[in-house]
């Protein structure tokens, strides 16, 4: 498992922990995936709710506050794949 990987599920469960109520799998181009749930986060490539994609400097922003969830999605830097309330719910956890 790549240290990109490592660091983005101390970051997410250090952000979300198990406040989120759906399944979230975050791709990080290049690097691999980690999905979020009740349990918190873990790195997995498995099926989830919504998917959402960035690059590991876009991932690293939104993580330490740099970038906004939402204006990465509007800006094209996010990608997001399926269910948009679960990422929508994602995000107000994230900021």
Known sequence: M?????AAVAALNDKIGGAFDGTAKFVI??????????DGARASDDDAEVTLTASA??????MNGELN?????????????????AAMRLGSTLT
């Open 2 to 6: 790549s240290e990109v990987i490592d």
């Open 29 to 38: 181009e290049g690097e691999g995936a980690v999905v979020v749930g009740p």
């Open 57 to 62: 400097e876009d991932f690293e922003a939104m």
């Open 69 to 85: 969830p939402t204006t990465a999605f509007m800006t094209g830097k996010l990608k997001v794949d399926g269910d948009m309330g």
